[in-house]
């Protein structure tokens, strides 16, 4: 599927001397009404279309599977794509750089039931987090903006989940586990039971590769087997981590 990328053009569009030069008998339209009053694309048009063109350059990347979601980094040199194909049973992490538009790095992921539709990344940009689930065995992939793959680590054990007790809901797209990095470059990882309503959750340090605080958990009151996370976020302001749930 085609993935369509665009940047902002930095040279300056008009000179000093390049404006239409209206003068006032070029404000009235044909029925007598001042031209500021019809609004619309074609007004722009007529007068100040030299303002509209090539405001971005666009240049077409061709993917093998179909994208489900994508990010740029934040470090503006890099947009990195998930795209899985039509059976949910082969995934890809692919980067492609902002300068050169060449892939960086594409990393595959295959299994029996393949679910993804997050990529998180620290405050650099540097590092990307990929968390997954292939028929409710919940995984977490780390890499690089080079490509190097930290560590990819098994969700289940760590919370003491069976397989068969996270797996996803079908025709939604969410994995039952999120992530995000905090201000110290950790990941805290979220995963969702549905069946028992827990939410479990633990800090992970993939600069040592190991979890650095232990596994908690919480039961989501009021709740049925269709909610699960959506997103979670980290906080700059408050240094608190937030999960919001279907």
């Avoid at 990307?128 to 054990?157: M, Q, W």
């Avoid at 190991?210 to 302001?237: A, C, G, H, W």
Wanted: with cysteine; net charge negative.
């Amino acid at each position: 599927m085609p993935m369509k990328l665009e940047k902002d053009i930095k040279e300056p569009l008009l000179s000093a001397g390049d404006d239409d030069k209206a003068t006032s008998s070029d404000c009235s339209s044909d029925d007598g009404h001042p031209e500021h009053l019809h609004h619309g694309l074609p007004q722009l048009e007529k007068k100040y279309s030299q303002l509209f063109r090539d405001l971005a350059v666009s240049h077409t990347v061709e993917t093998e599977l179909n994208v489900i979601t994508c990010i740029i980094s934040y470090d503006s040199k890099h947009v990195v794509t998930l795209s899985v194909d039509e059976r949910l049973e082969h995934g890809q992490v692919t980067c492609t750089s902002l300068q050169t538009y060449e892939e960086v790095f594409k990393i595959d992921i295959k299994g029996d039931w393949v679910v993804m539709n997050e990529i998180e990344q620290n405050i650099p940009g540097q590092v990307f987090a990929v968390p997954y689930s292939d028929n409710g065995k919940l995984s977490l992939l780390v890499v690089k903006n080079t490509g190097e793959v930290v560590s990819t680590i098994e969700i289940n054990p760590i919370c003491g989940l069976g397989d068969d007790c996270c797996k996803p809901i079908i025709g939604q797209p969410n994995p039952m586990v999120t992530a995000c990095f905090d201000h110290n470059d950790d990941i805290y990882v979220s995963a969702f039971h549905r069946e028992e309503r827990m939410c479990h959750f633990f800090l992970y340090s993939y600069k040592e590769g190991q979890v650095i605080r232990e596994v908690k958990s919480f039961e989501l009151q009021n709740s049925t087997r269709l909610n699960f996370p959506i997103k979670t976020f980290y906080s700059e302001v408050k240094h608190e981590i937030y999960t919001f749930f279907r």
